[in-house]
């Protein structure tokens, strides 16, 4: 653990010289405090792997909330925009900070497809926050858990920091409500986002997709479509994904067998939930198991 000149502790790993990460963890009872100076040339990702924080600006004036399962990008080409963390108890929360001219060499081929880069933001401040893809969850606990030899230990962030970035601007362009007639229909917003709770809550025994167009009251071809702009994908896939995401989760707690999450998912046996994890995460449950560590 590296002590800031300031307040609070964090570890700090240094990928490249204007590029480096900060795993912060809380798992005491108490809030934790955390300060950390920037200058307005960095760019810095805030991705909250459980729990919850506040992180303050102009002199703790005012704030942003940052909850479980959730991102915070910000960017500020006016001022400079140090990390003031109060991370709640057991929260973690890992961060990603480098300096926009790094960043900008990722996209120089397609600079458009970022919009804090386009000549719009060149003056102004930017910040978003996002939901956390099961995808994204996995290269975080990846990151969060790594057991690794010291000398290869930046080859393997710098790679897996370079997935996650991947993963967290892989957006759908059809998503863009400007751009979609369909999605700037609130109603139909909510009867996806409805179709969507459905599946999760039934996740055991989803309803068929004519099942859930009926119970929504929207067609199915509507349903199909709406979804993948929506949530970047079908209606089963995104249903797979979550479910391959809550196994990993409930692996790690070391609270349930292979066999007993197998069966909280919603698959009869051992083997079809071993053959549907490896094919998710390239290894299974087991061997996923074996290769991170519990902090």
């Known amino acids: 653990m590296e002590e800031n000149n300031a307040i609070g502790a964090y570890e700090q790993v240094f990928v490249e010289p204007d590029f480096y990460v900060l795993k912060i963890q809380n798992d005491t009872e108490t809030e934790k405090e955390v300060y950390h100076e920037l200058s307005s040339s960095f760019i810095q990702f805030h991705f ?6 506040k992180f303050f600006f102009n002199q703790g004036n005012y704030h942003l909330n940052v909850s479980d399962e959730n991102s915070l990008l910000l960017y500020n080409t006016q001022k400079d925009l140090p990390i003031h963390l109060k991370l709640n108890p057991n929260s973690w929360v ?44 996995v290269v975080l606990s990846q990151l969060m858990h790594y ?40 109603d139909n917003v909510r009867k996806i986002k409805k179709a969507k709770d459905i599946i999760i809550e039934r996740m055991m025994e989803p309803p068929t997709l004519q099942a859930l167009s009926e119970e929504i009251n929207l067609s199915l071809k509507k349903l199909k479509e709406g979804f993948k702009q929506i949530y970047g994908d079908s209606v089963y896939g995104y249903l797979l994904d979550h479910k391959m ?26 083997s079809h939930f071993i053959a549907a994890f490896k094919k998710k995460y390239g290894t299974t449950p087991k061997k996923y198991l074996t290769s991170i560590i519990k902090t």
């Open 147 to 186: 057991n690794l030899h010291p000398s290869i230990k930046k080859l393997y962030v710098k790679g897996k920091v370079y997935e996650l970035l991947a993963l967290y601007f892989n957006r759908n362009e059809d998503a863009d409500l400007e751009q979609c007639p369909f999605l700037a229909d609130e």
């Open 245 to 270: 995401d809550l196994a990993r989760q409930m692996l790690e707690s070391g609270k349930y067998n292979v066999n007993e999450v197998g069966l909280k998912v919603g698959y009869s046996t051992a």
């Open 94 to 137: 890992f961060s990603v900070v480098m300096t926009i001219r790094k960043f900008h060499s990722l996209f120089s081929q397609d600079t458009n497809a970022i919009p804090f880069l386009s000549e719009t933001y060149s003056e102004k401040k930017y910040y978003a926050q996002e939901m956390l893809t099961p995808g994204m969850a």
């Open 48 to 53: 909250s792997l459980k729990g919850s924080g």
